[in-house]
């Protein structure tokens, strides 16, 4: 895996974004953290990110309508689905609206860069 991947890290939750980021950095990856899925959006980010690692549950639009969105607009991004109340039925629409993965907090660093593989794996532009 390349240093010059962006995994973008979006969470309103600032202890758990900046967590999030420190880790994916400690993995090797370039990290931007983001607050929200507009704060993403608005970056000019989207059509370089490898991967992306958003919070299910977020003011305004959480992580599942921001893969949606991304995909309506024609820059679909790898998809990792993060959450700290998981439930069956939203892991299930996820992975149904082609999300990667779907990962329950606090997760533990090899969880993620599993799914950080996956997804780069299933290649970037592709749904996931």
Do not use: H, W
Request: proline share 5%; hydrophobic share 45%.
């Amino acid at each position: 895996m390349s240093a010059n991947l962006l995994i973008a890290v979006v969470d309103d939750d600032d202890s758990a974004r900046e967590a999030a980021v420190s880790l994916v950095r400690a993995m090797g990856f370039t990290a931007s953290g983001f607050r929200s899925a507009a704060e993403f959006l608005n970056s000019g980010e989207a059509a370089r990110t490898a991967c992306l690692i958003a919070d299910v549950r977020m003011p305004g639009m959480g992580g599942l309508d921001l893969y949606r969105q991304l995909v309506a607009s024609g820059t679909p991004v790898p998809t990792v689905l993060v959450t700290a109340f998981p439930e069956e039925a939203t892991r299930a629409r996820a992975l149904r609206a082609g999300v990667g993965s779907y990962l329950a907090k606090p997760f533990e660093p090899d969880e993620l860069l599993d799914c950080i593989r996956s997804g780069y794996a299933r290649g970037a532009g592709e749904p996931g």
